[in-house]
C-alpha cells in the first residue's frame, strides 16, 4: 500500500469505527487540531498513528481500516463483544511496535516519549529504529550504523545535532549538504558523529 495516499477513505472509516458523525468529533477524540485533520483529509495522507490509536480503543479490525476490505470489527457480537474486544485488542498488538521518538531543539537531541507503528510500515533491515523528529519533519532511522553511507544522516558536528545529507568522497572523507539550499562543505569522515541513518521521511506536523 501506498502510505502517502488514501487518507480520505481511512479518516472516514475512522469517523465510522467511533461511532461518530463527524470529522470534529474525531478530533476531539484523537486530540488534534481541526487544521491538521483537516490537512491530512485535503492532502490525503494516510494516518497511520490515528489507526492505530483506534485499533487499540475499539479493536476495529487493522485491515478494514486500512484497507476498507474485510469486516470492521470482526468476531464481536452482542454476546461474547468484551471477550472479543480483548483478543481483537491483543492480535493488534502483535502488530505493532513501539519505537522511541527523539527530537532536535537548537542543535540538541531529546528523548521524546514513543512512537507506535504498524510492522507493515517497518523495513525488514531497520534492527534498532528511532524517530527523529526536526522541526515539522519526521523521519523512521537506525541507530549505531557501523559505517557511514551516502544518504541523509543525524549527526553530530562540533555538538551540534542537526539532520545532513552525506555522500562519502576520496579518501576519508564525506561531503556535509544541508537538506535545503545548496551551501556544504567538507570535512574528515571522523570529524562528525554520525548517529542515525534516516531511511525514509515518516509524515509532517501541522
Known sequence: MDFSTGGKAAIERLVAAYGYTTRQALCDRLGVSKSTMATRYMRDIFPADWIIQCVLETGASLEWLSYGTGEAFTGINSGN????L??????????????QKKKIVDGNLYSANFFMLDKAMLPSHIIKPIIV??????????ENTDEISDGIWLVEIEGKVSIKQLTRIPVGRVRVNPLEGTHYFECGINELKAIAKCHYYLMVNV
Open 81 to 84: 463483544s468484551i471477550a472479543n
Open 86 to 99: 480483548k483478543s481483537a485488542n491483543e492480535n493488534a498488538l502483535n502488530d505493532v511496535i513501539t519505537v
Open 133 to 142: 523528529v526536526d522541526d515539522t519533519a519526521q523521519y523512521v532511522a537506525e
